[in-house]
């Protein structure tokens, strides 16, 4: 079955710098998503991007992210400048069409010392 | 306003017993889509079903089932002979035809089976 593929899996930064957390969706889909889980608590919603813009966005989702699409494979959000409490796991998530079932990465774990 | 709803944070039973894990979903679209997703202790997110919103049918899957009721805006899940291999964090979703882009999680019940 096709995968989407998170990297890296562990990223460890200090507090203030920048992080890309990387994702290559399932080639033919068209939703795109990224969510992160705090560790033992629930999955929570960042951002959502179709056609080439966000469609749809959180409160999480402030001015420190962003998310690209660089090329027609590659999928990333960008933290500016990590706090502390962005420490989380970060699942990027793509799906065909709209109400499709999500597939998810393997996620990576992001700590902010 | 939570858009789905999992009161059982967490529920411990011994193999072989079954177990229901409930969910309740809000929302005023005609049109939706229910799902499961399994998170095991290695973390990653599995689904288990989708189903939408005109399919009351009740579904089995070898030991799993699931109830989905529109009166009472619930799609619970059983499992029926549980195994220590069912240990995991269940979360259940929302996608709404409407709103299509988001993917509404509940807080997820943690299920431990005990051998």
């Known amino acids: 079955e096709p995968e989407v593929t998170q990297t890296p899996s562990h990223q460890v930064t200090q507090m203030g710098q920048e992080v890309i957390l990387r994702c290559v969706p399932i080639?033919?889909?068209?939703?795109f998503y990224w969510y992160r889980q705090i560790l033992g608590q629930k999955v929570e919603f960042l951002v959502s991007?179709?056609?080439?813009?966000?469609?749809?966005k959180s409160e999480i989702f402030d001015d420190q992210f962003s998310v690209e699409r660089p090329d027609g494979s590659n999928f990333t959000l960008k933290i500016r400048s990590t706090k502390l409490e962005d420490s989380a796991m970060y699942f990027c998530?793509?799906?065909?069409?709209?109400?499709?079932?999500?597939?998810f990465g393997s996620g990576t774990q992001l700590s902010v010392l | 306003a939570q858009k789905v709803t999992q009161a059982q944070t967490e529920i411990s039973v011994v193999e072989k017993e079954d177990v229901t894990l409930d969910c309740v979903y809000e929302?005023?679209?005609?049109?939706?889509?229910l799902f499961w997703y399994k998170q095991p202790p290695s973390g990653e997110l599995v689904f288990l079903i989708r189903?939408?919103?005109?399919?009351?049918q009740n579904e089995i899957s070898g030991r799993y089932s699931w109830n989905f009721q529109k009166s009472t805006s619930s799609f619970n899940f059983t499992i029926t002979a549980s195994q220590v291999v069912d240990s995991a964090v269940y979360f259940c979703?929302?996608?709404?035809?409407?709103?299509?882009?988001?993917?509404?999680f509940g807080t997820g019940t943690s299920l431990t089976v005990i051998p």
């Open positions: 998530a793509s799906r065909e069409g709209q109400n499709e079932k999500l597939f």
């Open positions: 080639s033919n889909h068209l939703y």
């Open positions: 991007f179709y056609n080439n813009e966000i469609s749809e």
């Open positions: 929302t005023r679209d005609t049109t939706y889509y």
């Open positions: 189903r939408n919103s005109f399919d009351e």
């Open positions: 979703a929302l996608s709404e035809a409407g709103t299509g882009n988001q993917f509404y």
